[in-house]
């Protein structure tokens, strides 16, 4: 898909019918947050970094709380959500001015554990 201004509106349709579109809310969640254009740093990484904008912090947050409502393509959706709700605690205290909300938000977004149990091959 490529990008453009219409993304962002895309990706708000696609949540609101989103049991219509399952697995599209994630893949473009990753797309969009956990993958940037060549030279930039992705929003995962700049709200890693306790560089995000108050705004980057809650588009995150909504990307993360619409995955949690999907199904994963793979593995158990009891996990997933736990997975999920972990990263959306952390944004939440990072919100909230809370310092150690950056430490934990690199703990539960992290790539490779989320990706072993529930990224397709
Ligand atoms: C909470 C779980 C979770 C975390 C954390 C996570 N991912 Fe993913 N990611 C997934 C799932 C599930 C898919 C498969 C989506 C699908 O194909 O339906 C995926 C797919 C992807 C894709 C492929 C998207 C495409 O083009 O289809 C990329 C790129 C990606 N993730 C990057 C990352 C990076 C980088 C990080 C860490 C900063 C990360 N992800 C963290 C769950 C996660």
């Given at each position: 898909?490529?990008?453009?201004?219409?993304?962002?509106?895309?990706v708000?349709?696609?949540?609101?019918?989103?049991?219509?579109?399952?697995?599209?809310?994630i893949?473009?969640?990753?797309?969009?947050?956990h993958k940037?254009?060549?030279?930039?740093?992705?929003?995962?990484?700049?709200?890693?970094?306790?560089?995000?904008?108050?705004?980057?912090?809650a588009?995150?947050?909504?990307?993360?709380?619409?995955?949690?409502?999907?199904?994963?393509?793979?593995?158990?959706?009891?996990?997933?959500?736990?997975?999920?709700?972990?990263?959306?605690?952390?944004?939440?205290?990072?919100?909230?001015?809370?310092?150690?909300?950056?430490?934990?938000?690199?703990?539960?977004?992290?790539?490779k554990?989320?990706?072993?149990?529930?990224?397709p091959?």
């Amino acid at each position: 898909m490529k990008k453009s201004p219409l993304h962002l509106l895309l990706v708000l349709v696609v949540i609101c019918t989103s049991s219509v579109f399952a697995s599209e809310v994630i893949e473009d969640a990753m797309k969009k947050y956990h993958k940037a254009p060549k030279g930039q740093d992705p929003v995962c990484k700049i709200v890693a970094n306790g560089k995000a904008s108050t705004e980057q912090i809650a588009e995150l947050l909504t990307a993360y709380q619409a995955m949690c409502k999907e199904a994963p393509p793979r593995g158990e959706k009891a996990d997933w959500v736990k997975k999920c709700q972990a990263v959306i605690a952390s944004l939440k205290k990072i919100q909230g001015g809370d310092a150690a909300g950056a430490e934990e938000f690199k703990k539960a977004s992290n790539c490779k554990a989320c990706h072993s149990e529930h990224k397709p091959e």
